[in-house]
């Protein structure tokens, strides 16, 4: 990979303690309750037209079962103080308190899968998750330019899933009804774990499957989380709170990974503050979801300083899936992430630390790659934290930073970091099978 922007290995130094207790792993996963129905599964897309032999579908299953125990969503508004009171209280031990709602929540995943497979061996599954009030269609352009290059390491890939958040996005339409008062982060986590380990299917070459993914039997569930995948090579690809999700997911089964990308993730230690993230769930509950149509949306956003720095077709995806009709004679829409689920998620800090302290658990055989925003660090601990973090599990990791790319490097770079995924999949997984002969 050329040499490019990326932070020194700083000088080792002593853990802080821990202000909590960190689990030593995340709540079991169950076989969801038999009589539950599916959600309508959201239309497949079909043909890419910007990617010649590449088809995607949409799919829905049970989500991590059972839930920790909440309320349902308030549906008078509140303070971000009041829903900061929530996390503290079920962090206290609240969800002990309450009667479980036996809720079966839905995950909505997409496939990206080709007609025919490249590369040697084993082809890449790449797995992506994405940020807090986002959704899986806002990795659309870093995909397709990572796929257009088929000089670099996008030829490895032969299938690609990318997954909403039960309250985000899809998500966020399907569970309508039954999303919770708050968003602990390790639901995120353990949604990622349930898909790989229990609705994954088992092989790349089947050509289609049926929209409501079946559940593997409780054998091959076994087996994955002993040994992992025998026909696949997962590669998570996680942004901002998708990326802890994966941190916390692959130190509970590690077997189920091949390598981690994570982009400008939000995992940092206890020393950083949490200002900026009370600005941004304020922020959250004060964000505008209601537009007359997608084209005052448009015009509205493009005048935004925030949404003004994203690439043209990431502010597209995000118009376009992002929203839904509420009615089908009126042109209005709504955003399917509101802004109650977007500020729960960014009110609840213990999954980020959490996330910090079990970095160094990761297996060193897993490459880890850390896609930074070249400018600003403030949600990954500031110039004192960010360093030691992205050198936190120190073996088979290398960081790069996005020159001119803030948090949301996905976003606004996503040619930039396109180009980064393909060289480093291009060598790790050219190195793997020189390893190998």
């Not at 309750?33 to 949409?58: E, H």
């Not at 089947?206 to 026909?231: C, M, N, T, W």
Request: hydrophobic share 35%.
């Amino acid at each position: 990979m050329p040499t490019r922007l990326s932070y020194p290995r700083p000088t080792p130094r002593p853990d802080p303690p821990a202000p909590f207790h960190i689990p030593a792993a995340l709540a079991p996963l169950l076989a969801p309750p038999s009589d539950n129905s599916p959600p309508r599964c959201p239309p497949s897309r079909g043909s890419a037209s910007s990617l010649s032999g590449w088809t995607r579908s949409t799919h829905v299953f049970p989500a991590a079962y059972p839930r920790v125990r909440t309320l349902l969503q308030p549906e008078d508004k509140i303070s971000i103080e009041e829903l900061k009171a929530r996390l503290l209280e079920h962090h206290e031990g609240r969800s002990a308190r309450l009667k479980s709602r036996n809720e079966v929540l839905w995950t909505v995943v997409e496939r990206w899968t080709r007609a025919e497979a490249k590369g040697k061996g084993k082809g890449v599954t790449l797995f992506a998750t994405h940020p807090n009030g986002m959704h899986k269609e806002t990795w659309d352009e870093t995909l397709s330019q990572l796929l257009s290059r088929e000089d670099s390491g996008g030829s490895h890939i032969v299938e690609i899933w990318t997954m909403d958040a039960a309250t985000q996005g899809d998500g966020g339409r399907v569970n309508a009804g039954k999303l919770p008062d708050i968003f602990d982060w390790t639901e995120y986590a353990r949604d990622v774990l349930n898909f790989l380990l229990a609705y994954m299917p088992s092989s790349t070459s089947v050509k289609s499957h049926p929209s409501v993914l079946p559940r593997q039997s409780d054998a091959e569930i076994s087996r994955r989380r002993v040994y992992g995948f025998e026909h696949r090579r997962i590669v998570a690809l996680g942004h901002s709170m998708g990326s802890a999700a994966i941190v916390l997911a692959c130190s509970d089964v590690p077997t189920l990974f091949s390598a981690l990308a994570l982009c400008d993730p939000v995992i940092v230690s206890p020393a950083a503050g949490r200002a900026a993230f009370d600005d941004l769930g304020g922020g959250a509950l004060r964000r505008r979801d209601v537009w007359s149509s997608r084209e005052e949306m448009r015009e509205k956003l493009q005048k935004s300083p925030f949404f003004a720095t994203w690439h043209p077709n990431v502010l597209t995806a995000y118009i376009e899936h992002g929203t839904y009709h509420p009615s089908n004679s009126s042109s209005e829409v709504r955003l399917k992430c509101t802004p109650y689920q977007e500020a729960a998620a960014f009110a609840d800090m213990r999954a980020r630390v959490y996330a910090w302290y079990i970095l160094s658990s990761i297996p060193t055989r897993i490459p880890m790659l850390w896609v930074m925003s070249g400018r600003e660090n403030n949600v990954s601990g500031g110039d004192a934290d960010t360093p030691a973090t992205v050198w936190r599990r120190a073996g088979n990791a290398r960081n790069v930073r996005i020159e001119g790319a803030g948090h949301l490097v996905a976003q606004q770079a996503p040619g930039a970091v396109a180009e980064v995924l393909g060289e480093w999949l291009g060598e790790t997984f050219v190195e793997e099978v020189k390893a190998k002969m």
